[in-house]
């Protein structure tokens, strides 16, 4: 069985900034894979080149064993995508939005009109009838995109942040379902920088820094001894610490 998910080399430029710096990465089939780094360490963009939202300048990516830029079509078939930030149809409502991703997909209008009931129900947004996406809170937005990301029942899950926001009553119905994806076959990939959150979650982790995978493997070997986050911590180069600065800040300074 090829793995879920596996990046070559991968590389992005912007400009004179090397975003993403040949990078290796491997997510086994099955796993709940965390991808964790410091802002601007490359996770967002290695995502986005890993699901075919942007073009790489060089390397190759595999999903389930096919090369995802030589058939972009097969990869969005594989694929469910959470991004971070990228605009949506939100003049839409939710099941509009929905059912329309899953047409998009090629489901029959019976099946993505049932398939996008159900995940709103249980994404607590069947409630919200017909207001549009636009008038939505930020958590709402992240579940009606995670149910975007799943009507068509994808084989490989990748969300970047997607509890961000949440509520945390919403964030254990999340974590059930995607623990629910899981246990079914398929394999999940969420970038986090909720160290706890990853650790709870995941029973895989790859860290990134400066647009490389420094570390990767089970929880277990990650953290060693210690937490996940003191790990990362020491991978990201150590806390910088404020010295004797801010000063002002004192409740006794005038």
């Not at 999940?188 to 160290?195: E, T, W």
């Amino acid at each position: 069985m090829p793995d879920a998910l596996t990046c070559r080399a991968l590389t992005k430029r912007f400009g004179a900034t090397l975003a993403v710096d040949a990078l290796d990465l491997v997510v086994p089939t099955g796993s709940m894979f965390g991808l964790v780094g410091p802002n601007g360490a490359g996770k967002t963009t290695t995502l986005s080149m890993a699901t075919g939202l942007l073009r790489p300048d060089g390397g190759q990516v595999l999903v389930d064993g096919g090369d995802v830029w030589a058939d972009l079509r097969r990869a969005h078939r594989l694929l469910g995508v959470l991004p971070d930030g990228l605009p949506t149809l939100d003049r839409l409502s939710g099941p509009e939005l929905v059912e329309h991703t899953a047409r998009l997909h090629g489901l029959p209008r019976a099946v993505a009109a049932s398939r996008a009931a159900d995940l709103l129900d249980v994404l607590d947004l069947a409630t919200a009838g017909r207001t549009l996406v636009v008038d939505y809170s930020a958590g709402m937005r992240k579940k009606v995109g995670l149910a975007c990301a799943l009507v068509h029942a994808p084989r490989v899950l990748v969300l970047d942040e997607p509890f961000e926001a949440v509520d945390p009553v919403s964030a254990t119905t999340i974590r059930e379902l995607l623990r629910r994806f899981a246990a079914d076959g398929g394999t999940v990939v969420v970038s986090s920088h909720v160290m706890a959150l990853v650790e709870q979650l995941c029973d895989h982790v790859g860290v990134i820094v400066s647009g490389r995978v420094v570390a990767a493997g089970t929880v277990a070997e990650v953290r060693g001894g210690g937490s996940l986050e003191e790990r990362f911590v020491a991978l990201s180069g150590g806390t910088r610490g404020i010295g004797e600065g801010l000063t002002w800040l004192a409740s006794s300074s005038d």
